[in-house]
């Protein structure tokens, strides 16, 4: 069964060409090698505040940063731990210079309860 990885940070908008950049390295070196289904990358269009909680709460995005929210597909919850042991190997030097503040990014592993398609 599928396993997945979900991801939500906030980016600088001047920054968007070097996060796409960064994320198809990532995706090229990474995590298509390692077994890694699908990788999608998706730069926020219409992300409210809330009043309680949101997207942009939860990463203290700044007035010139947008939320990107992502996540990657692997066949199994096995091979995305085998791939993040090796990515964690590497450090985090392998990603390079983030083009974002990586301490405000949540993050996490899930496992499918549902999935439907048209």
Same mark, same amino acid.
Not at 15 to 35: C, H, I, L, S
Not at 79 to 102: N, S
């Given at each position: 069964?599928?396993?997945?990885?979900?991801?939500?940070?906030?980016?600088?908008?001047?920054?968007?060409?070097?996060?796409?950049?960064?994320?198809?390295?990532?995706? &090229?070196? $990474?995590?298509?090698?390692?077994?890694?289904?699908?990788?999608? &990358?998706?730069? =926020? /269009?219409? *992300?409210?505040?809330?009043?309680?909680?949101?997207?942009?709460?939860? *990463?203290?995005? &700044?007035?010139?940063?947008?939320?990107?929210?992502?996540?990657?597909?692997?066949?199994?919850?096995?091979?995305?731990?085998?791939?993040?042991?090796?990515?964690?190997?590497?450090?985090?030097?392998? $990603?390079? /210079?983030?083009?974002?503040? =990586?301490?405000? $990014?949540?993050? =996490?592993?899930?496992?499918?309860?549902?999935?439907?398609?048209?």
């Amino acid at each position: 069964m599928s396993y997945f990885d979900g991801f939500v940070g906030a980016v600088p908008a001047a920054n968007k060409q070097a996060y796409v950049d960064q994320a198809r390295m990532a995706w &090229e070196t $990474m995590f298509k090698p390692w077994g890694a289904l699908s990788q999608v &990358e998706a730069w =926020g /269009d219409d *992300v409210p505040d809330g009043k309680v909680t949101s997207f942009p709460m939860a *990463v203290k995005k &700044e007035a010139d940063e947008v939320v990107v929210f992502a996540w990657i597909e692997w066949p199994d919850k096995a091979t995305r731990d085998t791939a993040w042991g090796k990515m964690m190997e590497m450090g985090p030097e392998a $990603m390079g /210079d983030m083009p974002f503040d =990586g301490k405000r $990014m949540i993050f =996490g592993g899930f496992a499918p309860i549902l999935t439907e398609h048209a």
